[in-house]
């Protein structure tokens, strides 16, 4: 008797699980023009899978995008009558007990909804996912396209179990799982691509994983910000922040000033103030692989040239974006008495975003890759905008920023205060010299068009980045 109730509880449970499966196997034939991105972060933040989502739409296919959504995308993506955005509900770590229950509630958690999420939708022909985050959606993503027979695509962007070697250690338990776990799930994709040349080649010797480069590029909007628009920013963001705010002083009252613009009364005309400000912008998640330090150092020293007598600007230093060590940060930079240097950290929204990094006169990059073998795509965003570039050196910056030909590398904050001594001593702040080959473009290692998964009329190249046409047409697997 007992066993017939166990059997029928069972059958109950099943039940509906295999009528979905077979329902959405009925269906499948319907979605072969239906890709499912997934991202387990947020949406807003993840610039790279909003472009594939964009590039897929563009070329015909509908898109559900899964992620988080605490931060608005790009209007574009919100607009496509081809894109469904679908939020998944985000479990914040317990903080009771031990760490290892800590992360396995969430875990746990993350993998039913996900796996709710991805079963409730309309079967597609191809799951897109991000990696890191990776565990445990890798396994369920593989699960899911087991089930519905969709194919799997990795895009390996870093590997997870490094950045949680910043925090726990290399050796922590908890980090050699996560790669245990990366390794022998990353093996179950039908397709990977990944953003480096570096990265392909740890993926083919070190993981079995046979994987594509495709290397990020900007998208259309971060472009040079014509000078009007440059003034309506500033004043926008001087609502908010007075480092945008004009200096007091005898103003005509019609004249309407921003830090760095002004815009004649009578013609309408906007013109930068003279002696204004550098604008010097570096973007971040503020998390361990980037080392503000080295910047508040450098603008220490460049303090210190100015007092010295040296013939530099002041400078506002905007550094955007959210992340777990900006409250850290935050602390330190009320404890600098700097005399000529503003500092602010706003979160833009996203179309404010390019416009800045459009007005800007140098760019900051601190990003050191945990694993040594990912790209900054502020990088990327920087080159898309002519803003030349001053980066923090690591294994394979190389195949982005190469020094004195596209930006400038440094190795410390003693080679980062002289590079902001060369990029705003000039009567026009900017690396003088290297900026025109940011503005033609020609000597950013790239090897696709506007957004990553683009160039999809060429048949893919082993090791090179290419086209997804010969992976989009061949059939899912059954």
């Avoid at 390019?354 to 601190?366: F, H, I, K, T």
Wanted: proline share 6%; aromatic share 8%; hydrophobic share 40%.
């Amino acid at each position: 008797m007992a066993a017939s109730c166990v059997a029928l509880a069972a059958l109950s449970l099943c039940l509906p699980l295999l009528l979905l499966v077979a329902w959405k196997r009925w269906r499948r034939g319907r979605a072969a023009r239906h890709v499912a991105v997934v991202v387990l972060g947020d949406v807003g933040r993840s610039p790279r899978m909003q472009y594939h989502a964009l590039s897929l739409a563009k070329r015909g296919f509908s898109v559900t995008l899964l992620g988080f959504c605490n931060s608005k995308p790009h209007e574009e993506l919100l607009q496509s009558d081809r894109i469904q955005i679908v939020g998944l509900t985000e479990l914040q770590r317990l903080t009771v007990g031990p760490h290892i229950l800590q992360y396995g509630v969430k875990v746990v958690f993350q993998a039913v909804h996900l796996l709710w999420r991805l079963m409730c939708r309309e079967p597609a022909a191809y799951i897109f996912l991000q990696n890191p985050p990776g565990l445990p959606a890798i396994a369920v993503c593989w699960f899911v396209g087991c089930l519905c027979g969709s194919k799997l695509v990795i895009d390996w962007h870093n590997y997870g179990y490094s950045i949680m070697g910043l925090v726990h250690g290399p050796s922590h338990p908890l980090v050699l799982l996560a790669k245990w776990y990366e390794k022998l799930c990353g093996r179950l994709s039908h397709l990977n691509l990944c953003v480096t040349n570096a990265m392909r080649e740890d993926l083919a010797e070190n993981w079995g994983i046979k994987a594509v480069t495709v290397y990020d590029k900007p998208a259309s909007f971060f472009k040079e910000t014509p000078l009007d628009l440059q003034h309506q920013l500033f004043m926008k963001l001087g609502r908010t922040y007075s480092a945008f705010r004009a200096r007091p002083g005898p103003l005509d009252p019609a004249t309407e000033r921003s830090a760095f613009t002004e815009q004649d009364p009578r013609s309408g005309t906007v013109m930068h103030l003279h002696g204004r400000p550098a604008l010097l912008v570096s973007s971040t998640s503020w998390t361990e692989d980037e080392d503000f330090s080295i910047l508040l150092a450098a603008l220490e020293k460049f303090e210190q040239l100015i007092l010295d007598g040296e013939s530099l600007p002041s400078l506002v230093c905007v550094i955007t974006g959210k992340g777990p060590l900006k409250e850290h940060y935050s602390r330190l930079l009320t404890q600098k008495r700097f005399q000529h240097i503003q500092v602010c950290t706003p979160w833009l929204e996203a179309e404010d975003y390019p416009l800045l990094l459009g007005s800007a006169d140098l760019g900051v990059c601190l990003h050191k890759s945990s694993s040594g073998l990912d790209l900054p795509m502020k990088v990327v965003d920087m080159f898309g905008c002519c803003l030349p570039v001053c980066a923090v050196n690591f294994p394979c910056l190389h195949e982005l920023v190469k020094h004195e030909e596209n930006g400038l590398v440094f190795e410390d904050s003693e080679e980062l205060a002289v590079q902001l001594q060369v990029g705003t001593a000039a009567p026009t702040p900017g690396l003088g010299g290297f900026a025109g080959s940011h503005r033609a473009g020609s000597r950013i290692p790239c090897s696709c068009s506007r957004g990553p998964v683009l160039g999809l009329d060429e048949k893919p190249r082993e090791g090179g980045s290419g086209s997804l046409r010969g992976w989009v047409s061949a059939p899912p697997r059954s």
